[in-house]
């Protein structure tokens, strides 16, 4: 059963302004957002420049781009976590420990998958 209100054009057109209002809160709000969205602004183009075939740049490029859609979630986390309520709980800091360990696996990966490429 679908959730009553927009279809068609009008509900993609609506999902997008959601999409958008998600990225500019994300800018506006989250450093390490807007950090490694510097990151992505640098090693993008270098990525593209360096990989040697379409493969090679999909999996420069696209290992940036996880890093940006795993920070998204791990700061919509944080946000939920906090509108619960700012007094310590084991779960919420487990939860935020969590995305952050996620973070950190997707940077990790940008690393392994450049030195694989681009090296060997």
């Known amino acids: 059963m679908s959730k009553p209100g927009n279809t068609g054009i009008k509900r993609i057109i609506k999902a997008g ?3 958008w ?13 807007r950090q490694e969205l510097a990151l992505c602004v640098v090693l993008i183009p270098l990525g593209l ?23 998204l979630l791990n700061s919509a986390i944080e ?4 509108r619960i309520g700012a007094e310590h709980h084991k779960l919420s800091g487990r ?3 969590i995305g952050s360990a996620v973070v950190f696996v ?3 990966n940008v690393v392994l ?8």
């Open 79 to 82: 946000a939920v976590v906090d």
């Open 49 to 71: 420049w360096l990989g040697e075939d379409g493969v090679a740049r999909a999996l420069l490029v696209g290992s940036l781009l996880l890093v940006l859609m795993v920070e």
């Open 106 to 108: 997707a940077l990790a």
């Open 17 to 19: 302004g959601y999409s």
């Open 95 to 97: 939860a935020k420990d």
């Open 21 to 33: 209002a998600g990225l500019r809160a994300a800018f506006r709000h989250e450093a390490a957002f």
């Open 113 to 120: 998958v450049w030195v694989l490429v681009l090296v060997f």
